[in-house]
């Protein structure tokens, strides 16, 4: 007992300085003796200061979308609403385009099977409704499910990596995409993404070392996994070399896959340009390809339904000088509702009409069982 009182004592004098606050802190976080060289060395980034600052950056990215939802609510008779038609129009030529790139590359991996093209459309449709949803984990889920159970005989692996063929067309169009607005003066820098009203973003911007270690431990993490695979499971990578089987025909995958997807990026521009044109901000390809380029970065990270926070964020500051403050916060997230809205009910009547499933969340439960199901068989 004397002994504590003394250590006590001790502890009480050395921080006698600080507020009683900002004692028990320094305390529980200096080890004993260290405290006058904690003092004299500046101050360093802790996790206690982490996750101090994030419910207020949350507060503020929530505060100003919903701002914008409001903005957006309020100037609805403003809206050029034929030229949203247009945009919803070429949205869905977008859509279309898009599933038959991906039923030509599953028709290259099953050249056996009987393939249904309203299936794969449907279930491509279904999973970038759910994406507006949710974010992109539990969408990817109901299409691969869809996909798999509309060909008889197919694999959870082949289908997987037969529609992951066409990120690598949309990878090349997107850092394109991004080059072009980085150079147009109104994109904000990488290091800038911290001061903007979006949580997700600014967050990682504003902690480059926790960024850089996340990316690595989540590299080393898919290069621990293929190893493990390719040593257990060879089957498994036979299934999806499968999925890869068009990529081994340059000129059917630049027939059949490449010029469908390529397309379907002039829909998007174009469905991009009439969003431009319906709120006011000013229709033009150049303003297209910036919003792409904001499309872009929002799915990067993907914390949240459909990029939301970034996406309002980063439109906010991209058209800042093209119209009214208030035209431009309506726009950001009018595009986002409008799009969100016909992508979640067309996905929808897919689901009842083509799959005969009433919600997403049976899609989800039924394919996750079906997986487990597999696995426990092999």
């Known amino acids: 007992m004397r002994l504590s009182a003394r250590l006590v004592g001790r502890r009480r004098r050395h921080l006698a300085p600080y507020p009683l606050p900002t004692c028990a802190l320094v305390a529980s976080l200096c080890p004993k003796g260290a405290g006058s060289a904690r003092r004299e060395q500046p101050d360093r980034p802790r996790i206690v200061g982490l996750v101090t600052l994030a419910p207020a950056d949350l507060g503020r990215s929530f505060q100003s979308f919903f701002h914008s939802v409001d903005q957006f609510f309020s100037s609805l008779a403003a809206v050029g609403w034929g030229s949203l038609l247009i945009a919803l129009v070429c949205f869905s030529g977008y859509l279309v385009l898009r599933s038959r790139a991906i039923f030509n590359v599953l028709h290259a991996a099953y050249p056996d099977e009987r393939l249904e093209w309203r299936r794969v459309w449907g279930a491509y449709v279904a999973a970038v409704g759910f994406k507006n949803v949710v974010p992109a984990g539990g969408a990817n889920v109901i299409q691969i499910f869809l996909t798999k159970s509309s060909i008889e005989g197919s694999t959870f692996p082949a289908v997987t990596s037969a529609i992951s063929v066409g990120a690598i067309f949309d990878a090349a169009v997107s850092v394109l995409a991004m080059v072009f607005a980085f150079t147009q003066g109104v994109f904000p820098k990488p290091p800038d993404f911290s001061k903007l009203n979006a949580f997700d973003l600014a967050y990682f911007a504003s902690h480059p070392q926790f960024t850089l270690f996340l990316l690595t431990a989540l590299g080393v993490l898919v290069v621990l996994a293929f190893a493990l695979l390719s040593l257990r499971v060879k089957a498994f990578w036979l299934r999806v070399r499968q999925g890869f089987t068009i990529l081994r025909d340059r000129r059917r995958y630049v027939r059949e896959v490449a010029s469908w997807q390529a397309a379907s990026w002039l829909f998007r521009l174009t469905a991009f340009y009439f969003m431009l044109d319906a709120f006011h901000i000013g229709a033009s390809v150049r303003n297209a390809l910036l919003v792409q380029g904001v499309q872009v970065v929002s799915t990067i990270v993907p914390l949240t339904p459909g990029g939301a926070g970034v996406q309002q964020a980063l439109l906010v500051t991209?058209?800042?000088?093209?119209?009214?403050?208030?035209?431009?916060?309506?726009?950001?997230?009018?595009?986002?509702?409008?799009?969100?809205?016909?992508?979640?009910?067309?996905?929808?009547?897919?689901?009842?009409?083509?799959?005969?499933?009433?919600?997403?969340?049976?899609v989800i439960r039924r394919g996750r069982e079906q997986q487990a199901a597999e696995a426990t068989a092999r």
């Open 318 to 362: 991209v058209f800042a000088g093209a119209a009214s403050a208030s035209t431009v916060a309506a726009y950001s997230v009018g595009q986002q509702i409008a799009l969100a809205a016909f992508a979640l009910a067309l996905g929808f009547v897919a689901l009842v009409a083509i799959f005969r499933v009433r919600s997403f969340k049976e």
